[in-house]
């Protein structure tokens, strides 16, 4: 079947680049770090996938080791903030009565079991949700499954897609008002109008051929970050114009904005680190 050779391709991916199924991780420091979102406050969450649980650093780049949440987590690589400030993270593992993996959300640190999503998830990677709420997970290796949330404080109970990917692999992935973006390794970069992808269930759209679009993120300026393969970062502008931002000595696997503090976050997930730049490429800091 389609879906057990794609979730397969990235499981091998995941256990063979980053070893999970032979080390152990105990403590809460940084133990490969992979998806990344900041709150409304400036917190920063991060998918601490090694340690199997979501850290929370201050806006100081202090961990607030009370924080650290552990509770309903196999592999969380991927996190996203809804906009009533609740926390979701993407779990590859088999959790919460997903044998397939899950997307579990948190309010004020506390799991809500009864907002777990387990429906059409198979390997959940990168997550994104936009500004009405609506949860956009790279799902099954290859393709994006979205869900509605049906009111303010409600919980999500409509499955919409999966969307048509053309059998590419989705890696990185980030939504907003103008665009939804995702990346794959060998294709590249795809922008389409969300509403465009919702209403055809596929996504057509410009291609970026020159980034692999590994990890991604949008600012509230439009401008998307877009974190490739070759240790590159990008930036692309709603005028559709693409300038260079920053050259890592590491692959990305998480970017956030912190768009009050003008801070991107991105995770390093070899040197167990995060990299603090500003919004102008300048390193302010590496979290370690």
Not at 82 to 97: H, K, Q, R, Y
Not at 127 to 151: K, Q
Not at 161 to 171: E, R
Request: aromatic share 10%; net charge negative.
């Amino acid at each position: 079947m389609k879906f057990t050779k794609s979730i397969a391709r990235i499981a091998s991916a995941l256990f063979c680049t980053f070893g999970f199924a032979t080390f152990s991780f105990a403590g809460s420091g940084l133990s490969i770090p992979h998806g990344l979102a900041v709150d409304s406050g400036g917190n920063l969450w991060v998918a601490n996938t090694g340690a199997n649980n979501i850290l929370k650093f201050n806006s100081s780049y202090v961990l607030q080791t009370s924080a650290t949440i552990t509770a309903g987590l196999n592999l969380p690589v991927g996190v996203a903030i809804d906009p009533s400030g609740n926390l979701w993270v993407a779990n590859f593992g088999s959790s919460n009565g997903g044998s397939l993996g899950s997307l579990s959300m948190y309010t004020n640190g506390k799991q809500n079991t009864k907002a777990t999503i387990t429906n059409g998830i198979v390997g959940p990677y990168a997550l994104a949700i936009d500004g009405m709420g609506n949860i956009w997970v790279s799902n099954d290796g290859n393709n994006i499954t979205v869900y509605t949330i049906p009111g303010p404080n409600a919980l999500p109970s409509n499955l919409i897609g999966p969307l048509s990917i053309n059998l590419y692999s989705v890696y990185g992935i980030t939504v907003s008002a103008q665009a939804l973006v995702w990346g794959s390794h060998t294709n590249g970069t795809i922008f389409s109008p969300p509403q465009v992808a919702l209403q055809e269930g596929a996504l057509p759209g410009f291609v970026d051929s020159n980034d692999t679009g590994n990890a991604l993120a949008t600012a509230s300026n439009g401008n998307v970050y877009i974190g490739n393969f070759d240790g590159s970062v990008n930036v692309f502008t709603p005028s559709l114009t693409t300038f260079f931002f920053a050259q890592l000595d590491f692959v990305p696997y998480g970017i956030a904005i912190d768009n009050a503090r003008g801070r991107v976050y991105i995770s390093d997930t070899v040197n167990n680190s995060i990299a603090v730049y500003s919004t102008t490429g300048v390193l302010l800091q590496v979290i370690q």
